[in-house]
């Protein structure tokens, strides 16, 4: 199976919010709500930031939010900081064990 | 604490093996389905294996089947990926990552690079 389809990159300005897309098929991110966004800072390991869709794992910042419609997932990230400057991963975990490619998001 | 430690990477030759481990502690590691998660230098994600909480089922992604064994010791709370005939295309870091809600925990992550 091939990997899910995300943007390579995305930027906006502190303060400003981004959306990062995520698109698969239906019989990965539109057949499932196991979707789920991992955060990653050079040389660190990744971060779960977003499960099941729209779901918040406690200390995550509520500035970022999940979402989905058919086969495109969606990570929004609200009131950026600089600190959010990473790269970030989707991820399909119920039947596939798909990745996306990878968003590197730039505060501007 | 949750916390997960791998160990046991290494520069190894084309057609060599190789033995990661990852260390589990403060969850109970049998009611987990515990993964291996690569990446290659520069790129993205990509999940390797899996197996559930009593060893029972395993997955592998298709490009390791044959190659890498995934197994676990319950009572050491330990996950292994045993990694034969590497290849160049296997150099990664590869994380030991818990299945909860997503890959709620990762280790740190140890590398692999195979070449002669």
């Known amino acids: 199976q091939s990997a899910l389809t995300q943007p390579p990159s995305a930027s906006g300005s502190p303060g400003q919010s981004v959306t990062i897309s995520c698109t698969g098929t239906?019989?990965?991110?539109?057949?499932?709500?196991?979707v789920s966004w991992y955060q990653q800072h050079p040389g660190k390991a990744p971060k779960l930031m977003i499960y099941?869709?729209?779901k918040r794992p406690s200390g995550v910042p509520d500035r970022f939010s999940g979402s989905k419609s058919g086969n495109t997932a969606s990570l929004t990230v609200s009131g950026l900081q600089a600190e959010d400057e990473a790269d970030y991963y989707c991820?399909?975990?119920?039947?596939?064990?798909?990745f996306g490619g990878g968003t590197k998001l730039t505060v501007l | 604490e949750v916390q997960l430690v791998e160990s046991g990477g290494g520069l190894v030759q084309p057609g060599g093996s190789l033995r990661l481990s990852c260390a589990a502690s403060g969850f109970t590691f049998r009611s987990y389905w515990m993964s291996w998660v690569r990446q290659a230098p520069g790129k993205g994600l990509e999940w390797v294996a899996n197996v559930k909480g009593d060893g029972s089922v395993k997955y592998y992604v298709d490009s390791v089947k044959g190659r890498f064994t995934i197994s676990r010791d319950n009572a050491k709370n330990l996950v292994h990926l045993q990694m034969n005939s590497l290849r160049a295309e296997d150099t990664a870091v590869y994380y030991c990552a818990r299945e909860g809600s997503g890959y709620d925990y990762w280790g740190q992550g140890a590398l692999v690079t195979v070449s002669s």
């Open positions: 239906s019989s990965d991110v539109g057949g499932s709500n196991y």
């Open positions: 099941e869709v729209s």
């Open positions: 991820s399909s975990y119920q039947y596939s064990k798909l």
